[in-house]
């Protein structure tokens, strides 16, 4: 009985030993990692483009891009193919904004948040809309 006791006390700090070497650290970098992470909401994606042209000054401004990078979709985001033109909106308060900076030239550079939306044309054809929800110069979608 005794050699018994022994085996299974020693077999117990074994186990034991074996998750007290585990660190916590990596759970806890991990963590840190998935709050950096922006989440984007559902039907947006965020692309790197150069403006191709803009075609008429009506609101809301309608621009065709050149996509060159997709950084990240939101759920139920259809995607998108780089090196690929793409037709966008631009609502009023943006096209005010991108004035200001000189964001809506040609053959610029800019980055884009944009919102997906299904349409039903009076054909009862599916059309699709991009909508420009956030314009920048750089990689900073605050």
């Known amino acids: 009985m005794n050699k018994y006791f022994w085996k299974h006390f020693l077999i117990i700090i074994f186990i034991i030993s074996l998750n007290s070497c585990s660190s916590s650290d990596d759970k806890i970098n991990k963590d840190k990692f998935t709050n950096k992470i922006k989440r984007l909401s559902p039907g947006t994606v965020q692309i790197c483009g150069t403006i191709q042209n803009i075609q008429d000054q009506s609101e809301p401004l309608v621009a065709k891009i ?19 033109n793409l037709e966008i909106n631009i609502p009023k308060n943006l096209i005010d904004k991108s004035k200001e900076n000189n964001f809506l030239e040609p053959n610029k550079v800019v980055y884009l948040e944009l919102s997906y939306q299904k349409l039903l044309s009076m054909s009862n054809q599916e059309k699709s809309k991009w909508t420009v929800i956030k314009i920048a110069s750089n990689k900073t979608f605050k």
């Open 66 to 84: 050149r996509i060159d990078t997709v950084f990240s979709y939101g759920q139920s985001t259809p995607p998108l193919v780089t090196n690929n």
